[in-house]
């Protein structure tokens, strides 16, 4: 995985919403949607505890590694599922460049403050 510009990814980030559904804590993008039900977990801090390639699987397809992030986070309960049991997250495979996609993900591992725990 190149680099990337986290700067550029916090854009990226912005334009795609993701704060919708994902609170950043220390940012000061609008809170998540409350009629979404706080539908996606924290991303604070993400950065140190994942590499490159778990973002990029994500974002591009978040059916690959639900079950597995259901299994350590144990919030099936918060809403994380759809009534399809498929992950209310959105892939992102069709919409992103690469570009944007190596940015955000430089981003993301950006996030190394901001208590997110597993
Ligand atoms: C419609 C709501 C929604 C949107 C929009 C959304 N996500 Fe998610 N996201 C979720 C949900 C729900 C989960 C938890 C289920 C899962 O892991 O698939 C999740 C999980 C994640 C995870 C894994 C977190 C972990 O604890 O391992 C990352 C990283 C992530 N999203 C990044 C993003 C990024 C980046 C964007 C914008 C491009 C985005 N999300 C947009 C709902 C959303």
Do not use: C, W
């Given at each position: 995985m190149p680099a990337g510009d986290h700067h550029t990814g916090r854009q990226v980030f912005v334009d795609f919403e993701c704060f919708k559904c994902?609170?950043?804590?220390g940012e000061n993008f609008p809170a998540?949607?409350?009629?979404?039900?706080?539908?996606?977990?924290?991303?604070s801090g993400m950065g140190g505890m994942h590499?490159?390639?778990?973002?990029?699987?994500?974002?591009i397809d978040?059916?690959?590694s639900v079950a597995w992030r259901l299994k350590h986070h144990k919030d099936e309960a918060k809403?994380?599922?759809g009534a399809d049991g498929t992950s209310k997250m959105p892939?992102?495979?069709?919409?992103?460049?690469?570009?944007?996609l190596i940015d955000l993900v430089a981003y993301?591992?950006?996030?190394?403050?901001?208590?997110?725990q597993h």
């Open positions: 994902h609170d950043v804590v998540p949607e409350a009629e979404q039900g706080d539908v996606g977990p924290a991303l590499p490159a390639e778990y973002f990029v699987e994500t974002i978040p059916n690959a809403g994380y599922l892939s992102y495979n069709d919409s992103m460049t690469v570009r944007q993301l591992k950006s996030l190394t403050e901001g208590g997110h």
